[in-house]
């Protein structure tokens, strides 16, 4: 299984520092590939064993100038060992473990809601369908005010605190009290938690007549069910070719990225393989179940699309089964075992590479140390990669050749067949720093709850895309809003930005209105690599 990356939302905005630094972030919370789950075992070595660091602990412990936490030394001690190796070798506290867990299994266990803090008052964004909140009738727009008679509005409330809270075992009672706008009467729910689904398929909806689009965030335990159900619904709604879309997705599970792959691939076509020092080499091939593999395909990545999505990419691209649009991805090509011990903590240790069919190990260098990894994404702005695809240099080692014939490349991520730089004409401070503040996000949620009764016209999410432009008063209203905020007018920079900044604010409202059937159609008229793919398919 791969550790895969939260965060699906676009980042046009961030600048290139910000932007390396959350997907590190990102790719290193989530980057396991391959990951078998295991009971908890007692790791017991063949080998001798020295016994240097209990000793040296006991030492510590029974000599040291102060107390210390044993169990702190040996966790940090234990990271850092692991960090030797590798960038993706990783000890898990016990304490870590079910969260980091969770986003992979496809569910916990909570009230079913989607919120936002908003004026320091926790806002339901949506009721997750068929969950808990949405059977009792809590409706998108409350404000939770009190958890367990606990007053939780005006006191600088954190998202970390309302999951402590609203999280719990399955079957367990929360009592929250809502403000609802238009009753004066708080309302008071008692809510049974049960299993909420953790989705990883964002949105499947039909990008223009024939051309179906399924936006994937990340390979989970689900994500094949959830990708069928997505596109057996364009299917039926006429769908002859496809868009799916990779960029962010930070990995995941391998036998979903294969289970994805293999439904376009003809039987028999290898898809990956996998080998190390101590794994015998393992293959994995198409099989006859395919239902889409004939048919025009394109795929969409970018530097944060790694592991899992650089199986599926990679596994399309060598055997010319699909055009590859976009930036290079992130260059993930490590392979992890999870290994639970006694005390709830894991280690989840390399001990493979995966190839690509045509034998491209993808996997970028490691041995200058963790800094230089982790810094890659930010040199790839600075070398001039991200705008220029001449920027990119391969050596001819790493040449590989494609079922045709095509030359590609290993060494470093999936290289896309067609390259699309990074858009910065809408870019400006004023848009970052209203972006950076969250600004966007609090006044369109603001906004669609406040004129929630008017937008009750638009009965679909496509109904919203096709009939609702932004007036013009509508931006001036943003313009006051971040006047309050702390942020300026510059009426130069909005220039340059307004269409962009319009089009978010849209964006995020439908969200707020209709989920994701309303936000992706939207952002992606602005998308310069969702453009190129349309032209693609249309040839």
Same mark, same amino acid.
């Given at each position: 299984?791969?550790?895969? %990356?939260?965060?699906?939302?676009?980042?046009?905005?961030?600048?290139?520092?910000?932007?390396?630094?959350?997907?590190?972030?990102?790719?290193?919370?989530?980057?396991? !590939?391959?990951?078998?789950?295991?009971?908890?075992?007692?790791?017991?070595?063949?080998?001798?064993?020295?016994?240097?660091?209990?000793?040296?602990?006991?030492?510590i412990?029974?000599?040291?100038?102060?107390?210390?936490?044993?169990?702190?030394?040996?966790?940090?001690t234990?990271?850092?060992?692991?960090?030797? !190796?590798?960038?993706?070798?990783? /000890?898990?506290?016990?304490?870590?473990?079910?969260?980091?867990?969770?986003?992979?299994?496809?569910?916990?266990?909570?009230?079913?809601?989607?919120?936002?803090?908003?004026?320091?008052?926790?806002?339901?964004?949506?009721?997750i369908?068929?969950?808990?909140?949405?059977?009792?009738?809590?409706k998108?727009?409350?404000? %939770?005010v009190?958890?367990?008679?606990?007053?939780?509005?005006?006191?600088?409330?954190?998202?970390?605190?309302?999951?402590?809270?609203?999280?719990?075992?399955?079957?367990?009672?929360?009592?929250?009290?809502?403000?609802?706008?238009?009753?004066?009467?708080? %309302?008071?729910?008692?809510?049974?938690?049960?299993?909420?689904?953790? /989705?990883?398929v964002?949105?499947?909806?039909?990008?223009?007549?024939?051309?179906? /689009?399924?936006?994937?965030?990340?390979?989970?335990?689900?994500?094949?069910?959830?990708?069928?159900k997505g596109?057996n619904?364009?299917?039926?709604?006429?769908?002859?070719?496809?868009?799916?879309?990779?960029?962010?997705?930070?990995?995941?599970?391998?036998?979903?990225?294969?289970?994805?792959?293999?439904?376009?691939?003809?039987k028999?076509?290898?898809?990956?393989?996998?080998?190390?020092?101590?794994?015998?080499?393992?293959?994995?091939?198409?099989?006859?179940?395919?239902?889409?593999e004939?048919?025009? !395909?394109?795929?969409?990545?970018?530097?944060?699309?790694?592991?899992?999505?650089?199986?599926?990419?990679?596994?399309?691209?060598?055997?010319?089964?699909?055009?590859?649009?976009?930036?290079?991805?992130?260059?993930?090509g490590?392979?992890?075992?999870?290994?639970?011990?006694?005390?709830?903590?894991?280690?989840?240790?390399?001990?493979?590479?995966?190839?690509?069919?045509?034998?491209?190990?993808i996997?970028?260098?490691?041995?200058?140390?963790?800094?230089?990894?982790?810094?890659?994404?930010?040199?790839?702005?600075?070398?001039?990669?991200?705008?220029?695809q001449?920027?990119?240099?391969?050596?001819?080692?790493?040449?590989?050749?494609?079922?045709?014939?095509?030359?590609?490349?290993?060494?470093?991520?999936?290289?896309?067949?067609?390259?699309?730089?990074?858009?910065?004409?809408?870019?400006?401070?004023?848009l970052?720093?209203v972006?950076?503040?969250?600004?966007?996000?609090?006044?369109?949620?603001?906004?669609?709850?406040?004129?929630r009764?008017?937008?009750?016209?638009?009965?679909?999410?496509?109904?919203?895309?096709?009939?609702?432009?932004?007036?013009?008063?509508?931006?001036?209203?943003?313009?006051?809003?971040?006047?309050?905020?702390?942020?300026?007018?510059?009426?130069?920079?909005?220039?340059?930005?307004?269409?962009y900044?319009?089009?978010?604010?849209?964006?995020?409202?439908?969200?707020?209105?209709?989920?994701?059937e309303?936000?992706?159609?939207?952002?992606?008229?602005?998308?310069?690599?969702?453009?190129?793919?349309?032209?693609?398919?249309?040839?």
């Amino acid at each position: 299984m791969d550790n895969p %990356i939260n965060n699906s939302s676009p980042r046009k905005w961030l600048n290139p520092l910000i932007y390396a630094c959350l997907l590190i972030a990102g790719v290193v919370m989530g980057s396991l !590939l391959s990951l078998k789950r295991q009971n908890a075992v007692n790791i017991v070595s063949p080998h001798k064993k020295s016994g240097k660091l209990d000793n040296v602990l006991d030492f510590i412990e029974d000599n040291y100038v102060d107390t210390i936490n044993r169990k702190t030394l040996e966790e940090s001690t234990l990271t850092a060992m692991l960090k030797q !190796l590798d960038p993706h070798s990783d /000890y898990i506290p016990a304490t870590e473990l079910e969260e980091v867990n969770e986003p992979l299994q496809g569910n916990f266990h909570g009230i079913g809601i989607e919120f936002n803090i908003v004026n320091d008052t926790i806002c339901v964004v949506h009721p997750i369908e068929g969950g808990p909140s949405e059977r009792l009738g809590i409706k998108a727009g409350d404000r %939770i005010v009190k958890v367990d008679s606990k007053n939780v509005a005006g006191v600088k409330i954190t998202n970390k605190k309302v999951f402590e809270m609203l999280r719990g075992k399955k079957d367990s009672k929360v009592n929250v009290t809502v403000k609802r706008e238009g009753q004066k009467q708080l %309302i008071d729910f008692t809510i049974t938690r049960g299993e909420i689904p953790i /989705y990883s398929v964002d949105v499947a909806f039909m990008a223009e007549p024939g051309v179906g /689009y399924i936006k994937v965030s990340r390979f989970a335990a689900s994500t094949y069910d959830e990708f069928r159900k997505g596109f057996n619904k364009l299917t039926k709604q006429g769908m002859k070719k496809l868009i799916v879309d990779l960029r962010g997705n930070g990995g995941g599970y391998l036998n979903a990225a294969v289970d994805i792959a293999d439904e376009f691939l003809n039987k028999g076509m290898l898809i990956v393989y996998t080998k190390g020092k101590n794994s015998p080499e393992k293959k994995y091939f198409a099989t006859e179940k395919g239902s889409f593999e004939n048919s025009k !395909l394109v795929v969409l990545i970018d530097e944060g699309s790694a592991s899992a999505s650089e199986i599926v990419a990679g596994a399309l691209q060598d055997n010319d089964r699909a055009t590859i649009i976009g930036r290079r991805s992130f260059g993930k090509g490590l392979v992890q075992e999870q290994i639970e011990i006694p005390d709830g903590s894991a280690i989840r240790l390399t001990i493979a590479r995966y190839y690509t069919p045509s034998g491209r190990c993808i996997q970028k260098p490691y041995n200058k140390g963790l800094d230089a990894y982790y810094s890659e994404e930010y040199d790839r702005y600075t070398n001039g990669e991200m705008m220029h695809q001449d920027s990119i240099h391969f050596a001819d080692s790493l040449k590989y050749k494609t079922v045709s014939g095509r030359t590609v490349y290993g060494g470093g991520g999936i290289m896309p067949d067609i390259f699309i730089p990074v858009d910065t004409t809408y870019r400006s401070t004023y848009l970052n720093r209203v972006f950076y503040k969250g600004l966007v996000n609090d006044f369109s949620f603001s906004y669609a709850d406040k004129h929630r009764a008017s937008f009750s016209t638009y009965k679909t999410a496509a109904d919203y895309d096709k009939n609702y432009t932004p007036p013009q008063t509508l931006l001036n209203e943003f313009v006051e809003f971040a006047i309050k905020n702390g942020i300026p007018k510059n009426d130069a920079q909005l220039k340059k930005s307004k269409a962009y900044l319009l089009s978010q604010i849209k964006a995020l409202m439908g969200r707020n209105l209709f989920d994701n059937e309303a936000y992706y159609p939207v952002i992606l008229k602005e998308d310069k690599v969702f453009e190129e793919a349309l032209k693609t398919l249309a040839k």
